[in-house]
């Protein structure tokens, strides 16, 4: 691991760090806001890395689109969750485990 994808790796913890303690003082919604964004940017060290792949590239877009749905509409925000929650467990349970099924519309 080089120096440049340790510092990325070193920006994503303190990320989560700092993300946890204003979480302390924040919209309980932002806690979930908060954690896609930090698969979004778990997906994007992945990538600047060279271990992405793109069934990460897939989930990334269904995160992006999920984060914009908190401030428009909170039961739509919860459906792509329970949405991306299922595809991602379903890989992890099939035996290719090559891509991510696409979430429910």
Partial sequence: MGNNDESRILELISYMLVSARNLVNETPEY???RLLEACDRLIEVF???????EPLVVLKKSLDEAKTLLMVDKEAFVRAL???VRSVTSNLFTSSGNGFPEPNP
């Fill in 82 to 84: 329970d949405d991306l």
């Fill in 47 to 53: 990538g600047e890395t060279g271990i992405g792949s």
């Fill in 31 to 33: 806690g979930p806001l």
